[in-house]
Structure formats: structure tokens, C-alpha cells
């Protein structure tokens, strides 16, 4: 089995992509990851989050997928939607694709 990165959505590491990833991992038997790119902070609604991804921006976005703070083997696989799926592309470029 794989190890899988489960980014999150504009609104942060909510409950709900906590419980999509844990049933992603019941229903594969993958090892699901879901790094919190909002340190701790969630939000209830998409125009809540958009303002806190901004004021982060997307380089320091970039930094926080695929810098030193997520040492991730390289045989991990991605996943990302939404707004953290442009800052993943580096990191999802870089992962082996599945067949």
C-alpha cells in the first residue's frame, strides 16, 4: 500500500477532509496524510479562508507542500483540491503516478 497526501481544502483541515481521508484509508488500506497548511486554523465558509490563503500566499504555500517542513518519501501520492491545488504542483509533479 501507498502513502497518500490528502491536502485541504480553502476552509483548512476541517473535521469533514479529516473523515474523507480516514475513509479513503478504510476503503484503500492506504496510509492517508493530511498536513495542516493553515496551522490550526480552520474556517467556516470559502470567503472566510480565501482572505487567510491570501495573506499566506502561494510561494510560502508552495514552501510549506514541498519544503523541508513535509519530508515526504518519494513514493508518496497526492491529492489536492481547491486552493491548495495549485500549491501542490510541485509536489504532485514530483510523485509517481498511479498506473
Same mark, same amino acid.
Given at each position: 500500500m501507498a502513502d497518500v497526501i490528502r491536502f485541504h481544502h480553502v476552509q483548512g483541515r476541517t473535521e469533514g477532509v479529516l473523515a474523507l481521508a480516514a475513509q479513503l484509508g478504510e476503503a484503500t488500506g492506504h496510509t492517508v496524510l493530511t498536513p495542516d497548511l493553515?496551522?490550526?486554523? &480552520?474556517? /467556516? *465558509?470559502?470567503?472566510?479562508? +480565501? =482572505?487567510? /490563503?491570501? +495573506?499566506?500566499?502561494?510561494? %510560502?504555500?508552495?514552501?510549506?507542500? *514541498?519544503?523541508?517542513?513535509? =519530508?515526504?518519501? =518519494?513514493? !508518496?501520492? /497526492?491529492? /489536492? &483540491?481547491?486552493?491548495p491545488t495549485a500549491a501542490s504542483r %510541485? !509536489? &504532485? $509533479? !514530483?510523485? %509517481? $503516478?498511479?498506473?
Open positions: 493553515f496551522e490550526g486554523r &480552520t474556517f /467556516a *465558509s470559502i470567503d472566510e479562508g +480565501s =482572505p487567510r /490563503a491570501r +495573506s499566506i500566499g502561494f510561494g %510560502p504555500l508552495i514552501e510549506r507542500v *514541498s519544503g523541508p517542513r513535509m =519530508p515526504f518519501p =518519494p513514493a !508518496t501520492r /497526492a491529492i /489536492a &483540491t481547491c486552493l %510541485p !509536489t &504532485t $509533479r !514530483t510523485r %509517481p $503516478r498511479y498506473s
